[in-house]
């Protein structure tokens, strides 16, 4: 008996010896789609992230952080893949900024090496982040980092982009509306809020429909925008492509409203009105069908705000032909969007008091929305985005690696009727 019980017991830790003795998957996160350096804007503008990774630098206030997401807690040992061509030099490095900082010498070296930085146990799911900085005393070339490396993870605790994108996912709220509805206008309302007031490359779009959309936009740290634009059904993303019959034509614009073209993401046409619209502020967004004739449609957007009471100004006025728009609007939604690279930046919105309004005048409210993103585990990795309800409003978020999705894709959410809406004088508008 006791025989058998030694070969059982030497059984068990000959399995455990073996499986501990397995060395587990190491792991190459990619600069590109993972990190991303600060400031945006200095001298050697060369020194940004690119396919190749973080290529070579000299300004020592440069401060880089390559992220990834961890699902479960975890031991790791971090490393970096770099090259290190012109001098030797010292970087600083730390996990989240805090945990420790090394002070690593990188002697010159014609050939990709790896450097070690250390093991830690990383306790807290979510995103963390491997920061890098220059701290040579003389001016120094720092080298071209192509990747982190993770060692010793538990199997399926580590997640990154393994995409091309360096944006922010893209996150959508889809209105339901009553079916058998002939929806001729459209009316939203949107707030940014001031946490997010300095992170460009935004389009918060409040009237999204089948044709076309609307909304605001932060274009860059001087410019900001009101838009309205509509599709034409001719599939190609170059406008002058677009057959005759098929032309969005404009009918009229506002003041101070610049018009034209616009591809690479279909075509069709444009208008945007330049305004320094402010955050913590709410503004107002119509859309309406003015004419469906034929195999024709006209759609005209406007915004008001209150520094002059919320009167109402005219955006644009399009007709699109060879439409399929036959007795109105169609997928009413909106979203928001970060169209540049800066997907470390965080971007937020607000949309509240969603009506649609039917052609014989029925106000009908807006309470429930289907949540959609392009976040995805097959085509961009990101799971810092969501979306709810705050003081009876809706609300969207994402990018900037630090709140987490509270919400899945496909998942609906619902806001609290208010059950008033406001007066708009549709034959007085311009």
């Known amino acids: 008996m006791r025989l058998i019980n030694f070969f059982f017991v030497a059984s068990i830790l000959f399995f455990f010896n073996k499986l501990n003795a397995q060395k587990l998957p190491i792991i190459t996160v990619p600069f590109y789609g993972n990190a991303y350096t600060q400031p945006r804007s200095v001298s050697d503008t060369i020194s940004l992230i690119s396919n190749q990774g973080l290529l070579p630098w000299t300004n020592t206030e440069r401060i ?24 030797d030099c010292n970087l600083s490095i730390s996990l989240d900024g805090s945990n420790g900082v090394n002070n690593l010498i990188i002697k010159k070296e014609l050939v990709f090496k790896i450097v070690n930085i250390g093991t830690y146990q990383i306790s807290d799911t979510g995103y963390h982040f491997v920061e890098i900085k220059g701290s040579s005393k003389l001016m120094s070339t720092y080298p071209l980092i192509e990747s982190l490396r993770i060692e010793n993870a538990f199997e399926g605790s580590i997640l990154f982009n393994k995409s091309n994108y360096l944006g922010a996912a893209s996150t959508h709220l889809r209105y339901m509306v009553p079916k058998d509805s002939s929806v ?39 410019e900001r925008r009101f838009i309205f634009s509509i599709w034409s059904l001719f599939k190609t993303d170059d406008p002058k492509q677009i057959p005759i019959d098929y032309m969005v034509h404009l009918n009229k614009k506002g003041n101070g409203v610049f018009t034209g073209e616009f591809g690479d993401e279909g075509s069709g046409g444009h208008s945007h009105l330049v305004f320094s619209w402010k955050t913590n502020t709410t503004y107002r967004f119509l859309t309406g069908i003015t004419s469906l004739k034929g195999d024709s449609a006209t759609y005209v957007g406007y915004f008001a705000m209150p520094d002059d009471h919320y009167k109402w100004h005219l955006l644009s006025e399009w007709t699109q032909h060879k439409t399929d728009t036959k007795t109105g609007f169609k997928n009413l939604y909106a979203f928001v969007e970060n169209f540049g690279d800066n997907g470390d930046d ?16 029925t ?20 799971f810092d985005y969501g979306a709810g309800v705050e003081d009876g409003k809706f609300y969207m978020f994402t990018g900037g690696f630090k709140k987490l999705r509270n919400i899945m894709h496909g998942d609906f959410i619902k806001r609290s009727a208010t059950g008033k809406h406001i007066d708009i004088d549709f034959k007085g508008l311009d």
């Open 184 to 222: 001729q206008w459209f009316y939203t309302e949107v707030k940014v809020p001031d946490d997010v007031k300095n992170s460009v490359n935004a389009y918060y779009e409040t009237n999204g429909f089948h044709s076309g959309y609307g909304g605001i936009q932060i274009n860059n740290p001087k």
């Open 363 to 382: 106000w009908m409210e807006l309470t429930e929305a289907k949540f959609t993103t392009t976040a995805n585990s097959k085509t961009h990795q990101r």
């Open 64 to 87: 880089t952080k390559v992220y990834f997401y961890v699902s479960k807690p975890t031991k790791v040992s971090l490393s970096l893949n770099l090259k290190n061509e012109v001098n």
């Open 346 to 361: 965080f971007f937020k919105a607000y949309y509240s008091n969603q009506w649609a309004i039917t052609f014989n005048g």
